[in-house]
């Protein structure tokens, strides 16, 4: 199994077939990981953002592409201390023709304000310049986000635009050294 890890946490990026376990059940599919059961906790926003990625991404996308899998999933974030999900992270698929990897994530509510979001952050954007067709990593949130516009700052992501509709723009540029 593929993993990245941190000081402090493992992420592992779910294969087609454990997308599958975990849209059945989270519970199942943490096992299969051999992890410890998680009490996951989300808004009905972020639920709904989930469950569509599920159905409308993470499954169609990696069966179509099973050797580029990594980019097209939800990365487990899994505490290492407690063998636990923490949250999820993830691309928007491989990075575009100018060299963007875009990312979200999500931390679990029991989890928030640890600084694993960050932690996990700059662990996933640091595997993804190890891909030389990557040279920014970009996330959007909104402006009323702060927890979030937060994370990115201390992860070193800088703002570079906002839409009419307060979805902002952060970006991270591959370090030339």
Partial sequence: MFFIESERLLMIPLTHELLQLLHNSRAVME??????????????????????????????KTLANPNAFKWYTDWEIVLKSINTSVGGMGFNGEPNENGEAETGYMIDEQHQNKGYATEALQLLSNWAFTDARVGSVIVHT???????RRILIKSGFEE?????D?????????SST
């Fill in 166 to 174: 307060g979805l902002m723009t952060f970006r991270l540029i591959r």
């Fill in 160 to 164: 570079v635009g906002v839409d009419a």
């Fill in 142 to 148: 909104y402006q009323d986000n702060l927890p979030s």
């Fill in 31 to 60: 096992q299969a990981l051999g992890l410890k059961t998680s009490n996951y906790q989300v808004s009905e926003f972020y639920q709904k953002e989930i469950d569509d990625a599920m159905i409308n991404f993470w499954l169609p």
